[in-house]
């Protein structure tokens, strides 16, 4: 039987080491969120929509006006690592967590860390986003930010540290997926934060098409436009090929004018 060590009451001065590196902690990430111009949250009510495929296409799209960043914030599963073909682990220097670079990405993600299963509770979810604001060496204008789905306490934690200048919400045409975007944009509106548009992806037959612009005038918010459910779209993905310069485009050139 594995045996532990008695507990014993934390001394002074390790409680005020604790206190001090949390706030150094905070102090750093408000430092590190404060260079960033634009801060983006890429959200969906429902998972399986697409989302971390769009978030990968429209930070690259802003990479060729910015300096931009991609935090795949989806601690539990995070596939952005695995989407763009990524092996590599991000390493450390001078104490900073260096994010990995894919051309003119900076990309930060617990793929990039760990690859087993993550078992973790709000409090340590908190804790990882907080290390991914203010431990990784982001140089960057902006940063796009793909959010885990769901209203839950970890997208809304996410925000909180964030503080998003704007939330774009990806939906398919699906019933399910549409009320559960209309969720997602409630609670950003409840929070205060600036929702950009909506996006209708895999927009066809198999899902349905126009429900996202219908949504978008439900919620008075600006409707982005709609990408087809494509095979291309995977194979240009699979290629390393940005959709912003492909057929595909006009989603992508509307949401940077819209930010401009």
């Known amino acids: ?46 998972g399986g929509v697409g989302k971390t495929t769009f978030a990968i ?27 763009l073909g990524i092996t590599d682990k991000m390493q ?17 993600s617990m793929g990039a860390i760990t690859e087993g299963a993550i078992l973790w509770r709000g409090p340590l979810i908190s804790r990882a986003i907080e290390q991914f604001l203010s431990d990784v060496n982001w140089n960057v204008d ?58 209708e992806n895999m927009s066809g037959n198999i899902f349905g098409e126009g429900g996202g612009e219908k949504l978008a005038k439900e919620m008075n918010v600006s409707f982005l436009g709609s990408l087809p459910l494509d095979r291309k779209i995977i194979d240009y993905l699979k290629n390393g090929t940005p959709l912003h310069k492909t057929e595909f485009k006009d989603v992508f050139e509307k949401i940077i004018e819209k930010i401009k």
């Open 92 to 108: 450390i220097s001078e104490g900073k967590l260096l994010p990995i670079r894919k051309n003119n990405l900076q990309i930060a």
């Open 142 to 199: 902006c940063l796009v930010a793909d959010l885990p789905p769901g209203t839950s306490d970890a997208p809304l934690t996410i925000a909180q540290h964030l503080k998003p200048t704007a939330f774009i919400i990806v939906t398919t045409s699906d019933d399910m997926a549409l009320l559960d975007a209309k969720k997602s944009i409630l609670f950003a509106q409840r929070l205060k934060f600036p929702v950009l548009g909506i996006v």
């Open 1 to 46: 039987m594995t045996e532990y060590p008695e507990p014993r009451e934390a001394t002074s001065e390790e409680l005020r080491e604790r206190m001090q590196n949390q706030i150094r902690q905070k102090n750093e990430m408000s430092n590190s969120i404060a260079k960033m111009k634009y801060r983006i949250a890429v959200w969906s009510g429902k």
């Open 57 to 83: 296409n429209l930070a690259y799209a802003l990479s060729e006006k910015f300096k931009t960043g991609l935090l795949d914030a989806d601690i539990d599963c995070p596939n952005v690592m695995a989407a």
